[in-house]
């Protein structure tokens, strides 16, 4: 009950295009869903979070749907460029509780 | 530039050796986190200092043993290794004492070699 589901595993897209990330989960007590993005060498720097009482958050180019029935919620990047070439990690979590990140997908931008 | 800061960078030790992983975080935050990763995976939660006290401690072997001197410093004590402890060690902090109810900063990671 507390993995988390993320697919695809790796992503390659043409710049310009849309990339798009997918994860599920199944404790229905999370209510706490960020998304980590992560370059070669560095730590996870948060990217976007969303909680359940909306069901979709845009930053920038960077958008989550949520969809609560579903238990799924998805990373939306437009207009993808090289430097979004990076490994993308969903999480789920309760308040207060660790949350549980998914095994990440390998994103590549090609120019 | 992330504002959490760890030393060394680089760490390659013996099964028989003693190290220490440092931590350090100036933007306030009381709640400290060491986490595991591994090459190609997520990482895997270790340790939570909430208040500089341990909160959480996810089952890990005695042969890690963390520390929190102040509000600002976390250390990770290494002893008595094995090569599959190899991975990088990332160190995270959050604003709130609750420990996960934001946004983690992490670190830039210790590289750990054991050898």
């Known amino acids: 009950q507390q993995q988390v589901k993320q697919s695809p595993q790796s992503l390659i897209v043409q710049k310009g295009g849309i990339s798009i990330i997918n994860c599920a989960y199944e404790?229905?007590?999370?209510?706490?869903f960020p998304w980590y993005q992560q370059f070669p060498g560095k730590g996870p720097a948060l990217l976007i979070a969303i909680r359940p009482d909306v069901s979709e958050k845009k930053e920038g180019r960077f958008t989550i749907s949520f969809n609560k029935s579903a238990k799924q919620f998805s990373l939306h990047i437009m207009d993808s460029q090289p430097g979004d070439s990076a490994t993308y990690f969903c999480?789920?979590?309760?308040?207060?509780?660790?949350?549980?990140f998914g095994p990440g997908t390998r994103l590549s931008v090609l120019p | 530039d992330t504002e959490v800061t760890q030393t060394p960078k680089h760490l390659v030790m013996g099964m028989t050796n003693k190290k220490s992983l440092k931590c350090e975080q100036h933007?306030?935050?009381?709640?400290m986190y060491w986490y595991k990763q591994k090459a190609k995976k997520p990482p895997e939660l270790m340790f939570v200092?909430?208040?500089?006290?341990?909160?959480i401690n996810e089952s890990v072997p005695s042969r890690f043993s963390p520390e929190c001197p102040n509000s600002s410093l976390l250390n990770l004590h290494l002893h008595a290794l094995q090569p599959e402890d190899s991975a990088l060690y990332l160190c995270?902090?959050?604003?709130?004492?609750?420990?996960?109810?934001?946004?983690?900063?992490f670190g830039e990671g210790s590289r750990l070699t054991v050898l």
């Open positions: 995270a902090s959050s604003q709130a004492g609750v420990p996960n109810t934001g946004e983690l900063f």
């Open positions: 200092y909430s208040y500089e006290k341990l909160s």
């Open positions: 933007m306030g935050h009381r709640a």
């Open positions: 999480a789920a979590g309760t308040y207060g509780q660790n949350f549980v």
């Open positions: 404790n229905t007590a999370f209510d706490y």
